[in-house]
T-cell receptor
Framework: GENVEQHPSTLSVQEGDSAVIKCTYS??????FPWYKQELGKRPQLIID?????GEKKDQRIAVTLNKTAKHFSLHITETQPEDSAVYFC????????????FGKGTHLIIQP | DTAVSQTPKYLVTQMGNDKSIKCEQN?????MYWYKQDSKKFLKIMFS???????INETVPNRFSPKSPDKAHLNLHINSLELGDSAVYFC????????????FGQGTRLTVV
């Protein structure tokens, strides 16, 4: 089955700086890579996703890049703000597009004022 | 309107008891899931249902029995609860198999004492 590794487990950045979270996956047939944000005590919510036919996608201050050859994808947050503090999860389909997602272990992003 | 709703939000029970968590989605999705999030925030899929049929059972003990009376509902029944079952359980749904956004319910925090 798919295996998703996520780094770092904790990331502390100064407000206004950029943050980058990286994930690798094992199944070369995987074709969909979402990122979820989970605030304390809340549900995970999708913030951005990318499909295997593109290399980069942006939405305002967040972007995701995908390197299919190396089997890794990254989340980039620019001009970080206090409300960006949360746990971020990357994910990939369970096995080659089967139902459900395998999640990385999460990155706790802390924005220092 | 809440897209994916689950009840109860909190559940405290003694070891050995049997309990149920209910989930309903009003998004018209065909696929529903149960995920377990442990104390370290690891998010792992338990079950996947497509149009009321079980698609995936990720090596979950048979004390856990999901039931889908229709494609808008996926309930989780747990028999003979153990201390290790304490976690947050999330229901989720998506519009088709693999490769689309999963919408999560607000979670049920289960505490077994």
């Amino acid at each position: 089955g798919e295996n998703v590794e996520q780094h770092p487990s904790t990331l502390s950045v100064q407000e206004g700086d950029s943050a980058v979270i990286k994930c690798t996956y094992s199944d070369s047939a995987s074709n969909y890579f979402p990122w979820y944000k989970q605030e304390l005590g809340k549900r995970p919510q999708l913030i951005i996703d990318i499909r295997s036919n593109v290399g980069e996608k942006k939405d305002q201050r967040i972007a995701v890049t995908l390197n299919k050859t190396a089997k890794h994808f990254s989340l980039h947050i620019t001009e970080t703000q206090p409300e960006d503090s949360a746990v971020y999860f990357c994910a990939a389909p369970l096995v080659g597009g089967a139902d459900g997602l395998t999640f990385g272990k999460g990155t706790h992003l802390i924005i220092q004022p | 309107d809440t897209a994916v709703s689950q009840t109860p939000k909190y559940l405290v029970t003694q070891m050995g008891n049997d309990k149920s968590i209910k989930c309903e989605q009003n998004l018209g999705h065909d696929t529903m899931y149960w995920y377990k999030q442990d104390s370290k925030k690891f998010l792992k899929i338990m079950f996947s249902y497509n149009n009321k049929e079980l698609i995936i059972n990720e090596t979950v003990p048979n004390r856990f029995s999901p039931k889908s009376p229709d494609k808008a509902h996926l309930n989780l029944h747990i028999n003979s609860l153990e201390l290790g079952d304490s976690a947050v359980y999330f229901c989720a749904s998506s519009s088709r198999t693999g490769g689309t956004e999963a919408f999560f319910g607000q979670g049920t925090r289960l505490t077994v004492v």
